[in-house]
């Protein structure tokens, strides 16, 4: 599996809104349910209004034709996330699957995907 690191450092945030130029800075994505708003974007991007920011979190992105039709990336990717002993992020896209993972366990991680037959580019 082809996969590509997102050089950025990326904040997941606890929002009260949502709005503005945040909306058109790449790598923002964004959450509403019925108890809160969230946002994940690039650090340097973090708007004033957060209420809380967990900030440390490397990306990289399936790389390849992940179609809906498509099954199995996603676990795979996340098994061997798993067995680094780290949480992970899945951010889905139309088009483009992301996850997310702590800095620190970054390159821990890169190596074990790449040791299970994955190829950053």
Known sequence: M???MIPYEFSICKV???SGEILRQE?????STDSELSLICRTSAVPQNVTIVENGWKCFRIAEDAAFEKYGMIAFLTKIIADQKTGVLVIATYDTDYLLVK???FQEVSNALTE??????
């Open 103 to 105: 800095e620190e366990k």
């Open 27 to 31: 790598y923002t994505f964004t959450a």
């Open 2 to 4: 082809v996969l590509q």
């Open 116 to 121: 299970n037959g994955c190829q950053f580019i």
């Open 16 to 18: 009260e809104d949502i």
